[in-house]
């Protein structure tokens, strides 16, 4: 396996939502690549196999968050961010540990309470349409989407 493989299958493991499987491939990644946790710090052969691994973990996260496992998916999270944190500056920045006042920064971000969800994404046009007084025959954001296109 090269980099690249070991990022897409540890996806499709995750994708699958099976977590423990995925973790112990980024473990085998890990040993693979050349990569090592040496106290905060993340320390690879090559640099460019930190990429693979914070994409990987990013992904184990957000399983782990479908889940339901939010401790979890925090942590892993978290993580990333040092890894990526370790790419930026290698020489002080942490793998997998974030400093107290980065920490405190994070928890004070996070909304605990499992009933608040993320919202948004496309609007149903007829609800817009009847917000503005508008019909189904009218001009919707779609056709004036489409007018500013094509002209």
Known sequence: ???????????LLCQALRCKEAENRMAEMKRALGIE???????ADDITALEPLAISTV???RA?????????????????????DSVLSPHDASCGET???QET????????NPRH??????????ETNKA????????????????????
Not at 64 to 84: C, F, H, Q, T
Not at 105 to 112: H, I, P, Q, R, Y
Not at 145 to 151: E, G, I
């Open 37 to 43: 946790e040496k106290g905060k710090s993340c320390v």
């Open 132 to 151: 503005s007084g508008l019909d189904g025959n009218e001009v919707s954001r779609r056709s004036s989407s489409n007018f500013l296109f094509r002209n």
């Open 1 to 11: 396996f090269d980099s690249s493989s070991y990022e897409m299958s540890i996806m």
């Open 64 to 84: 782990y968050a479908l889940l339901g496992e939010n401790d979890e998916a925090l942590r892993l999270a978290k993580i990333a961010m040092g890894i990526i």
């Open 117 to 126: 969800m993320a919202t948004g994404g496309k609007r149903a046009w007829k």
């Open 99 to 101: 400093s107290k006042e």
């Open 59 to 61: 992904s184990l996260a």
């Open 105 to 112: 920064k994070e928890d004070s971000v996070v909304d605990k």
